[in-house]
C-alpha cells in the first residue's frame, strides 16, 4: 500500500509513519556524511637533513627527523591539498637532500602540495633545490608567491624571504601584487601562508617582516594566516596587525612548526595566544566550508595533544536577509540513533545539519523543534552555531526523567554545524530535533 505524501500528514496512517521513519534512518547516517567540502593538510619545517644524527634511514628517531611519521598522518587524513610552510628540507635545501629526505615521505602528496619557502631552502642558492624539486608548484622562482582558488576559498602562497624576492614592505613588488590579488578576490574566504610568523611566543619571537602582507589582508577582510619558522604549534585568537584582540574582523593565526624536523619550545607568551605546544609532531587539518573553517591539530600516532574548533568568515559575518524554505517534517538529528551515544552531562558535541533532509550547504539557520528525552537529571541545553560564542540563554530548559519539547529557530554556523551545550549535575540525556525548514540568503 502507498503511504501519502508528507504534505498530507494528519491523513498518514500509523503504518506509513512508521516506515517513513525508518527510510529516514536508513538515510541520514549517509546524508551525514556527505561532506563536499575540501579538506586541507598544512605544516612546514618537515624534513631533516640525510646527514642529521636523527635521520636513522628516514626513520628519525625520539628527538626528530619525524617526518615520515607526520607525512603518515596526511595519509590518513586524505586531504585534497598539502599547504607547506616552509623549511620543507632542511638544512639547505639542496635538490639531492629533497630526493633523499622530503621525497621518500612527503612526497607522495607532491601533486596535491602548494609550497611556501622558508629560509632552509634558501640555504642553496636562489632556493635552487627547493624550486628545481617543486617546478611549477612552486611559482616563478624569482617570486615564489602565487594564489589559487579551492572550494570557493582564495588561498595566497607569500615568501617572507624578503632579500630574495625584492622585498615584503609596503610599496614592494609582492606587497602591491598582494594588495592587487586581494582586490580582485573580494567577499570571498581567504587563507594566506608563509614561513616567518609575525607573531610568535617561540625562540624567534615576533618578526615584523610580514607586518605589510598583514595590513592588506586585515584591511581585505582575511580570515586566515598560517606559518612555521619556530618548531611549535601555537594557534592565537583573531587579532588585527597590531596584535590588538579583534574578534569582529581580526585574522587568526596558527602556527604550525611541527612538521617532523625538531621541536623547540616557547620564551615569550604573547597576547592572544590561545594554544600552545611544542612536545608533539603533527599537521593542522582544515576542513573549508563555504561560510568558515574547522581546524584540528592531528598528532603523530602516540602524541597527546588536541586542538581543534570552528571559525567563521568574516564575509559570512554581514548580515543580510534570508529567505524561508519549506521543508517537509524531517528527522535531522537523533542521538538515539546513528548520532549517539546521548549527551552527557557539562559536554559540547557538533553536529553537522547542512546536507541532511535537504537543507544546503549554505543554509544560514533552520526551523526546528527540539526534544529532550528521558534526561537523567535537570537541566537546559544551548544550541548554538558552531564557532560562536556560548549564548546566555539556554535553547530549552527540562526536568529529569521526563520528556520536552520545543519550538526553536537554530542558526547554523560553518559548514552549517550547530554546538550542543549539555548543562546538568550529572548523567546525560537523549536530544531529538526535527526540522521544517531552512533559512538562505538569496
Known amino acids: 500500500m502507498g503511504c501519502p505524501g508528507w504534505e498530507s500528514r494528519d491523513r498518514i496512517t500509523s503504518m506509513c509513519r512508521y516506515r517513513a521513519l525508518i527510510a529516514l534512518l536508513l538515510l541520514l547516517p549517509a546524508q551525514l556524511a556527505a561532506q563536499p567540502y575540501p579538506v586541507v593538510a598544512a605544516a612546514g619545517d618537515i624534513a631533516c637533513d640525510p646527514a642529521d ?18 607525512a603518515d598522518v596526511i595519509a590518513g587524513i586524505d586531504p585534497d591539498a598539502v599547504l607547506l610552510l616552509g623549511d620543507i628540507q632542511y638544512e639547505n635545501g639542496a635538490l639531492a637532500k629533497f630526493q633523499a629526505s622530503y621525497d621518500p615521505t612527503w612526497g607522495s602528496f607532491k601533486g596535491i602540495t602548494y609550497p611556501a619557502p622558508g629560509n632552509h631552502d634558501y640555504g642553496t642558492p636562489g632556493a635552487a633545490g627547493y624550486y628545481s624539486y617543486f617546478d611549477d608548484r612552486a611559482g616563478d622562482p624569482a617570486k615564489g608567491y602565487y594564489s589559487f582558488d579551492l572550494g570557493g576559498w582564495h588561498l595566497i602562497a607569500l615568501n617572507s624571504n624578503c632579500a630574495a624576492v625584492g622585498g615584503c ?52 577582510g582575511a580570515d586566515l594566516v598560517l606559518n612555521g619558522h619556530d618548531h611549535v604549534y601555537e594557534r592565537f585568537a583573531p587579532q588585527d596587525p597590531s596584535g590588538a584582540a579583534d574578534p569582529v574582523r581580526g585574522i587568526r593565526q596558527i602556527t604550525v612548526g611541527t612538521g617532523g624536523k625538531n621541536l623547540t619550545g616557547f620564551f615569550e607568551i604573547r597576547a592572544n595566544s590561545e594554544a600552545r605546544n611544542a612536545t608533539t609532531f ?46 517537509p517534517p524531517c528527522r535531522v ?80 554556523g560553518a559548514g552549517g554545524q550547530i554546538t550542543v551545550l549539555t548543562s546538568m549535575p550529572s548523567g546525560s540525556t537523549g536530544l531529538v530535533v526535527d526540522v521544517s525548514g531552512y533559512f538562505k540568503v538569496p
Open 53 to 70: 644524527p636523527n635521520f636513522n634511514g628516514g626513520n628519525g628517531t625520539a628527538a626528530g627527523c619525524h617526518m615520515k611519521a607526520t
Open 169 to 220: 614592505g609596503a610599496g614592494s613588488l609582492q606587497e602591491q601584487w598582494l594588495a592587487a590579488d586581494l582586490a580582485a578576490h573580494p567577499g570571498v574566504c581567504t587563507l594566506a601562508y608563509w614561513h616567518h610568523p609575525l607573531f610568535s611566543s617561540g625562540p624567534h619571537g615576533n618578526d615584523a617582516t610580514s607586518q605589510a602582507f598583514w595590513t592588506d589582508l586585515y584591511a581585505a
Open 282 to 327: 603533527g599537521v593542522l587539518e582544515l576542513t573549508l566550508y563555504p561560510n568558515g573553517y574547522a581546524w584540528r591539530f592531528a598528532p603523530e600516532p602516540g602524541g597527546a595533544f588536541k586542538d581543534s574548533g570552528f571559525g567563521w568568515c568574516h564575509s559570512a559575518q554581514v548580515p543580510k536577509a534570508a529567505d524561508f524554505h519549506t521543508l
Open 333 to 412: 538529528l537523533d542521538t538515539r540513533q546513528a548520532e549517539g551515544p546521548a549527551l552527557a552531562a557539562n559536554t559540547l558535541r557538533t553536529f553537522a545539519l547542512a546536507g541532511a533532509c535537504g537543507i544546503p550547504a549554505d543554509a544560514t539557520a533552520v526551523a526546528a523543534n527540539v526534544t529532550v528525552m528521558t534526561p537523567s537529571r535537570s537541566g537546559y541545553l544551548k544550541i548554538y552555531p558552531a564557532g560562536a560564542a556560548t549564548p546566555g540563554t539556554s535553547t530549552i530548559n527540562f526536568r529529569g526523567g521526563g520528556t520536552r519539547a520545543n519550538n526553536a529557530l537554530l542558526t547554523l
